[in-house]
């Protein structure tokens, strides 16, 4: 069984930093994509970034230039480093994984992290 863990989620005020994190763990043999989806109150859920098996990263243009994915391979964790932080950054942030393990690749999923940003 694999399990996505959050962690990280907060209150910040406008233009400040936080720092996600997102656990992988569990009967893992392979990992394709990793990232971050968020979903504010009302609207759909969106793609804020990932990272695939190759390091290669890709964001979303809303947090270009203020957000970092990275990854710590050995631990199968990633984390979302966000900084100046708006209140449009308000939403659930949802770890996402597609994953391979006992022999199917399939989509998984966090609980969600609230980040909840003041103007």
């Known amino acids: 069984q694999v399990q996505l863990a959050e962690s990280g989620g907060g209150l910040v005020q406008a233009g400040g930093s936080l720092r996600l994190s997102c656990a992988a763990s569990g009967l893992i043999s392979g990992i394709y994509t990793l990232g971050w989806y968020r979903q504010a109150p009302g609207k759909q859920r969106e793609l804020v970034a990932s990272?695939?098996?190759?390091?290669?990263?890709s964001y979303s243009d809303s947090v270009k230039d203020r957000f970092t994915i990275s990854r710590h391979n050995t631990e199968n964790t990633i984390y979302l480093q966000m900084n100046s932080l708006k209140p449009e950054d308000t939403a659930v942030y949802y770890c996402?994984?597609?994953?391979?393990?006992?022999?199917?690749?399939?989509?998984?999923w966090g609980q969600g992290t609230q980040v909840t940003v003041s103007s």
């Open positions: 996402y994984g597609r994953l391979q393990s006992m022999g199917s690749v399939d989509d998984y």
């Open positions: 990272i695939i098996s190759s390091g290669s990263t």
